[in-house]
């Protein structure tokens, strides 16, 4: 565990655990709407059975190699939501700091309560009351198109990272890698997000309901059916939101908020993200070719000696 090099300007008590939180009115890097927004899904979204966990994990964590983590890793979880990442990693490494800057601290605290392996934190990536160059690995999944400067906030990230070690990174893509016809598919979609994303919660999350059932369920059922009578083909992987094929409703339901509720978004092509990579010190940098779009990790660069 890494000492704080700061006092806490509150604590959270969650069924008898405190968590330190940093968050203030003069955080930078942070849009209020979409932190609250976000506290809200996943207080609403907080559990998930340890077959889901695994599911994402592996896919998110592929192009992660054993000698990028060990038992004996420090590693910060930027963007934690329920924990659910800082879980699935937590019986292959040392120890996970795992911070967020929403209310979504509480349902984390929950999932992995009992892990003397992770501790929350809550606080925002601009932030992070932690030395510089303090841990092993660092990753950060989802979270960083939802800032105003994902640059900065890539930069602020990998400050945090030893010289040598890795940092994980999954931002929306552009849809650089997909046909017109899929490109065009997304304006409507973008209209729809920014008709719901203002309304309240509650609503929000019916309203998300819905189209989960009669937007997302059409599509994910013909990709299904295609899978079934050729599974042997990739074709099922042409149809829009095929991503979800065997994933069921609960976390469908899920995602339809997250992708249409969400007061900021950003989305990055491959390019743009490995120039903002590099520009954080990053080399090494190596691309998933599996979906989710874009995920890839990158190695901190060692300091040449000054002469």
């Known amino acids: ?15 008898g655990t405190e968590i330190a939180s940093f968050v203030s009115a003069s955080d930078g890097n942070m849009d209020a709407d979409t932190v609250q927004s976000f506290g809200d899904e996943w207080n609403t979204f907080s559990s998930f059975t340890g077959e889901d966990i695994q599911k ?17 890793s420090k590693v910060l979880d930027i963007g934690c939501g329920t924990g659910r990442w800082s879980k699935f990693l937590s019986a292959k490494v040392g120890f996970i700091e795992a911070i967020d800057p929403s209310s979504a601290v509480i ?4 999932l992995v309560s009992g892990n003397p392996g992770i501790r929350i934190t809550q606080c925002g ?15 950060s999944l989802g979270v960083m198109h939802h800032l105003p400067d994902t640059q900065d906030a890539i930069s602020k990230a990998v400050e945090k990272l030893k010289p040598g070690g890795h940092f994980l990174i999954y931002l929306y893509y552009s849809l650089d890698n997909r046909s017109v016809f899929f490109k065009m598919l997304f304006f409507p979609v973008h209209i729809l997000r920014m ?6 919660h509650s609503v929000k999350k019916i309203v998300c309901d819905l189209l989960a059932v009669f937007l997302y369920l059409p599509m994910i059922s013909l990709a299904r059916a ?3 009578l050729f599974p042997r083909k990739s074709w099922y992987k042409k149809i829009p939101l095929s991503y979800y094929w065997d994933k069921n409703f609960k ?8 992708r249409l509720g969400t007061p900021l978004e950003k989305r990055f092509s491959r390019k743009l993200i490995e120039i903002m990579l590099t520009n954080a010190g990053l080399t090494e ?21 000054t002469s």
Do not use: C
């Not at 890494?2 to 008590?13: E, L």
């Not at 008709?195 to 309240?200: E, K, N, Q």
């Open 1 to 15: 565990m890494i000492p704080y090099t700061r006092t806490p300007n509150s604590f959270i008590t969650v069924d």
């Open 56 to 72: 994402a994990g592996e896919q998110y964590f592929d192009i992660v190699t054993g000698d990028m983590l060990g038992p004996q």
């Open 107 to 110: 349902p984390a605290a929950r």
């Open 125 to 139: 990536v601009g932030n992070i009351p932690f030395p510089d160059a303090s841990f092993d690995f660092v990753f």
């Open 195 to 200: 008709i719901i994303h203002p309304l309240p």
């Open 226 to 228: 295609i899978h079934f």
């Open 251 to 258: 976390i469908i339901r899920n995602d339809a908020l997250d």
């Open 285 to 305: 940098i190596v691309f998933s070719e599996n979906e989710p779009f874009w995920h890839a990790v990158g190695k901190k660069k060692f300091k040449l000696p």
